[in-house]
């Protein structure tokens, strides 16, 4: 089955520094990947749509600055956290569509996810 | 209104007992409805999708889909601890992009 790679799982950094999480797809090509985030016992919130080869869409209120996404590759997008504060503290969570099916009859792939820490 | 509604639970079931998990939807052109797992600190994992009207069954669990009332249930049969998660609905929408309800904590007592 479709397997979606994610990494680290955890991540520590000091307050101000940037996190970079990749989301890779290991056996299919990915024209499109998800960004969501959790909260502590809260809801998946989709924070960006990641389309190869072109500008990610970002989701209302959500820092297109803050958050830079690249998906330069089939197989590949990251998720870049600038100046990284506590609040930005979370599980992120990427999934991924492949390309040479439907999403309606198979839905999405789900990575790992990381957790990322913001001391 | 939100797209996805579901109960937040908690729901608690004792164990070998049916647990019903309910979910409605807003958007009449979704196509497909899937339901994931998550444990928690852990990534979604899907474990059912339904397309047409009525059951579909797979093992313990079974779908129901009930799109003139936009309606869709998940029943877990002989339920055991190991099934104690929070489950979430998923919509395949007319936008072409899958919607997630917030997921209803699900807790199997002993």
């Known amino acids: 089955g479709a397997v979606v790679s994610q990494h680290p799982s955890w991540v520590i950094c000091k307050s101000g520094t940037s996190v970079k999480i990749e989301c890779r797809s290991l056996?299919?090509?990915?024209?499109?990947m998800f960004w969501y985030r959790q909260f502590p016992k809260q809801s998946l919130m989709l924070m960006a749509t990641?389309?190869?080869?072109?500008?990610?869409?970002?989701e209302q209120g959500v820092e297109k600055d803050k958050f830079l996404i690249n998906h330069a590759s089939l197989t590949l997008s990251t998720l870049t956290v600038t100046s990284a504060h506590p609040e930005d503290s979370s599980f992120y969570i990427c999934?991924?569509?492949?390309?040479?099916?439907?999403?309606?009859?198979?839905?999405?792939?789900f990575g790992s996810g990381t957790r990322l820490t913001v001391v | 209104q939100k797209e996805v509604e579901q109960n937040s639970g908690p729901l608690s079931v004792p164990e070998g007992a049916i647990a019903s998990l309910n979910c409605t939807y807003s958007?009449?052109?979704?196509?497909?409805f899937f339901w994931y797992r998550q444990y928690s600190g852990k990534s979604p994992e899907l474990i059912m999708s339904?397309?047409?009207?009525g059951d579909k069954e797979d093992g313990r669990f079974t779908a129901q889909l009930n799109k003139a009332s936009q309606y869709v249930s998940l029943l877990i049969r002989d339920s055991q601890p190991s099934d104690s998660a929070t489950y979430l609905c998923?919509?395949?929408?007319?936008?072409?992009?899958?919607?997630f309800g917030s997921g209803t904590r699900l807790s199997i007592r002993p």
């Open positions: 999934s991924a569509m492949d390309a040479g099916v439907l999403a309606a009859n198979y839905g999405y792939t």
């Open positions: 990641s389309n190869e080869g072109s500008k990610a869409t970002y």
């Open positions: 056996d299919f090509q990915a024209t499109t």
């Open positions: 958007d009449r052109g979704s196509q497909s």
């Open positions: 998923a919509v395949y929408s007319s936008a072409s992009k899958i919607i």
């Open positions: 339904i397309y047409s009207n």
